[in-house]
């Protein structure tokens, strides 16, 4: 089952929370609402449950209205199952009778394979609090899924488990999903998280969708510098024309440093990744803030004469007492036009 967003907007009061929010989270894959707090993504995620009545837009599944500003059935009578940041499991029950809530008398004995299904077997009988914390939630998965749901929705699942923990979680919760062939919403703010996890991104800014694409297209075609910047270690510099290349804090950078045609402006945000950067001793050239090693790289903040600041990563031995002039590698940079 497919899920669309169509035209989206919703306001409490005075505040626009969502601006015309369009997109298609396909059947059987996972796509990840990425943003800061307060962007829009929970909010658009209550309006799939029903926890939030669709203002203007509709939602549509396989197809067929779900809801819009006419018709918005409560979330019992919506084919979706929920997934919380805490797991919200029923304190007072086994993990097996949590499992079983949502399911009719008849299908009860079905949360033993539940169990099994998330890596959870021979633990019916526990309570909540005798379960870690991603124990917890692979069977707050569990409980959403048993019901057979048509599309899954998961707000910051994984937030409150340790990061070690975390990323186990994510690929078990992925292969699971995968598996289902679950139609799944996440909302996250991390984003790693979404790189790990989802087949396609849908990035929002002040309740906006700035950019939405698969995991790899956002880390090789960011519709903008900061898109670019939430993926891979990339940061923006700012340039200007300069001769035969970009004014820079960091010096003149060469044009031929451009992945791909300038674009016609006067001021750029230039996307480099920290790898992509070439340092070289110079004694005109960048102080060096902090460096320490990260495995077989040496990490390097430098520092230019009006106090900005750009690392690089070298696989060559660092002298902090040095100054070291930095520069693109051909092609790995990306140029937007500012404003």
């Known amino acids: 089952m497919s899920l669309e967003f169509r035209h989206i907007a919703h306001a409490y009061g005075q505040v626009r929370a969502l601006e015309d929010i369009s997109f298609h989270a396909p059947a059987g894959e996972i796509t990840c609402l990425l943003g800061a707090s307060g ?16 203002q203007q837009g509709a939602i549509v599944l396989n197809g067929a209205v779900l809801a819009d500003a006419k018709a918005s059935p409560p979330p019992e009578a919506r084919p979706v199952g929920l997934v919380f940041q805490d797991g919200a499991l029923f304190p007072h029950m086994t993990i097996a009778q949590n499992i079983a809530f949502g399911l009719p008398k008849a299908r009860a004995q079905e949360a033993e394979g539940w169990l099994a299904q998330v890596g959870l077997a021979g633990m019916g009988e526990r309570y909540p609090h005798q ?16 019901p057979g749901p048509q599309v899954l929705l998961m707000d910051e699942p994984f937030a409150s488990v340790d990061i070690v923990l975390r990323r186990k979680l994510r690929r078990d919760c992925r292969i699971i999903l995968r598996e289902r062939g679950a139609t799944t919403v996440l909302v996250t703010h991390d984003p790693a998280e979404a790189l790990d996890i989802a087949d396609r991104i849908a990035v929002m800014e ?69 790898d992509a950067l070439d340092l070289t001793e110079d004694a005109g050239g960048l102080a060096v803030r902090d460096c320490h090693a990260q495995g077989s790289a040496v990490r390097v903040v430098l520092v230019a004469a009006d106090g900005s600041e750009i690392t690089a990563e070298s696989a060559a031995p660092v002298n902090p007492a040095s100054r070291y002039r930095v520069t693109p590698r051909s092609g790995s940079l990306k140029v937007f036009a500012r404003g």
């Open 206 to 274: 002040a309740g906006r969708i700035v950019q939405f694409a698969t995991p790899q297209e956002l880390y090789e075609s960011p519709a903008s510098a900061a898109v670019g910047a939430m993926f891979g270690g990339a940061q923006v510099v700012a340039g200007t024309r300069g001769e035969g290349g970009f004014a820079t804090p960091f010096g003149l950078w060469s044009a031929d440093c451009a992945a791909a045609p300038v674009p016609d402006a006067l001021a750029y945000d230039l996307l480099v990744h920290a």
């Open 131 to 146: 379960l870690s914390g991603g124990q917890q939630q692979r069977a707050a998965l569990a409980r959403a899924m048993a």
């Open 39 to 54: 962007c829009g993504k929970s909010t658009l995620l209550g309006l799939a449950a029903g926890l939030l009545a669709v």
